[in-house]
């Protein structure tokens, strides 16, 4: 199993989007996921699976900066974005965020109007076209226009789970980024808000790269052409558990033939 | 419990004697605890309002517009001392909510290291544990001694404004005012550090996540959504600075003069309580008891405010 920490990415074929060089994130002096390589196409959808704990999320939020907000977190090695490391000194985390969107596993609508939140994150960025054009294309993009067409000026809160989701997905997506992150976007949804959103995101990946966090591994298969498995092992000596990239390949090879036992025990469900 | 034809049935127990009458009983003494507390406010109320029959019936509401406060020929009129209430409590809030606010977010937002934002929190906290007649002595013997150079700047190049058009000698509105900053600056910082704190780390990240800066998250989703409670506390700490009484009394300078300077010695309606109850007696004794009343009124006013603020703008976030 410790063999394969450093096996490199099988996607060269396509243009990456985001390229993971040996990455390690710690919170304070616990390393919580350790030596990520990866690379991520462009206008694909990614997927990121593992049991709990083994770092996914940590090392989805890494991806936009998210973690800077959380108090004693650090990262070591490279996130290179359009060939420019992230994490350099002379980069903004609020421009990264801004190309780089994220929904998140809570709906999170801001407690304003539906319009409001689509408008919010494009004026702030100083969007300067045609607000109420965008306010429609970007709840189209998300399938939530005719839900919503008729009660813009409502609050976000108004709408049931799913739509609140797909209104943060709307939100993402007004601010134009290149690549949204989603974290367990559909953990707290039902399943045919989970349906729509999945749809959705085969017409997302033209237009953004999308990298999807997911327990579910059935929903990794269907929405993602690559996948990444991690995984956690005991620390020696050491109390936690650490992650690590186990695998990365075609969503298919991924689930129907693994390299990796792990993988293979994981996805046929002999986890643990 | 299912029974053979089909039916729900409940057994029920009887209950013994004994144990009913604890219920009852322990009902009745939580209906009567509860009850105290209103019959408390309703005996302050109809108490203060009974001793102030006998001015209300002279004075009428003149007693609220006229400045004159003259034991010898028993003239009163509290203007100087509601003008005082008003004004003092008011600029103090003008002053303490920045400042009050401005700390709460310091400490919420993880803008220095927790440890250091945990110390400032705490001594805020403790600045609410100094008692009222240290702060006051504080006021007279360093505050006031150190603020009268400022306070004469302030005359000399704006005494043409009436706020500003006396010299200042020593006790008056203005160190007044700061003194009630510094009282009600741990209410308004530790209801503003609450309301923060309940803003969900969700709708943070949220707002992060579209690529706000640190200013914009924090002005336009983080304050917007914990600003009813904000609210709600500045108005409780509007309502504990026109009541504030012993720190005043000592520093405001205890004037019946009427003077629109806040430089001049003026009074509030509880620092004339306090002053002058011991030694009154007639209808002075019902002339205070009348702006006693007033004040009353005024912070249930402020209350009733605040409270109707916290629910008529409480922003749902899920």
Known sequence: MTSTLNQPSTSGTLPSCLSLENVTISYGSFEAVRDVYMDIPRNRVTAFIGPSGCGKSTVLRALNRMNDLIEGCSLRGRVVFDGQDIYAREVDPVEVRRRIGMVFQKPNPFPKSIYENIAFGARINGFKGDMDELVERSLRKAAIWDETKDKLKESGNALSGGQQQRLCIARAIAVEPEVILMDEPCSALDPISTLKIEEMMHELKKSFTIVIVTHNMQQAVRVSDYTSFFNAEAVEGGSGKVGYLVEFNDTERIFNAPVQQATQDYVTGRFG | ?318
């Open chain 2, 1 to 318: 419990m299912r029974s053979e034809t089909g039916q729900d049935q409940f057994t029920l127990r009887r209950r013994p004697w004994s144990e009913r009458s604890i219920d009852g009983g322990f009902r009745l003494l939580t209906i009567l605890l509860a009850s105290l507390v209103a019959v408390v406010l309703l005996g302050i109320f109809l108490t203060v309002f009974n001793g102030a029959q006998e001015a209300m019936a002279s004075f009428g509401l003149s007693f609220l517009v006229t400045s004159g406060w003259n034991p010898v020929n028993n003239q009163y009129g509290a203007f100087t001392a509601i003008y005082g209430t008003l004004v003092s409590s008011l600029l103090a809030l003008f002053i303490a909510v920045p400042l009050g606010v401005g700390t709460a977010i310091f400490i919420t937002e993880n803008l220095i290291p927790r440890t250091w934002r945990e110390v400032i929190g705490v001594m805020v906290e403790l600045l609410a544990a100094i008692p009222s007649v240290v702060l006051g002595l504080w006021a007279i013997f360093v505050m006031e001694p150190l603020l009268r150079p400022f306070l004469n700047f302030l005359h000399q190049s704006l005494g043409w404004f009436p706020l500003f058009s006396t010299v200042p000698k020593g006790p008056g509105m203005a160190p007044a005012i700061l003194i009630l900053v510094v009282m009600i600056l741990p209410i308004i910082t530790a209801i503003s550090r609450d309301a923060l704190n309940q803003v969900p780390q969700e709708l943070r990240q949220g707002a992060y996540g579209v690529g706000s800066t640190r200013w914009i998250a924090i002005f336009n989703v983080i304050l917007p959504a914990a600003i009813s409670s904000i609210i709600g506390g500045v108005m409780l700490a509007l309502g504990r600075a026109m009541g504030e009484t012993m720190a005043v009394t000592m520093i405001i300078g205890n004037s019946m003069n009427f003077s629109w300077s806040l430089l001049a010695p003026g009074n509030t309606i509880s620092a004339m309580l306090a002053n002058q109850f011991g030694e009154a007696d007639g209808i002075q004794v019902s002339a205070l008891l009348y702006a006693a009343l007033i004040l009353m009124l005024m912070t249930f006013a402020v209350n009733i405010l605040a409270q109707w603020i916290v629910r008529r703008f409480s922003l749902s976030y899920n």
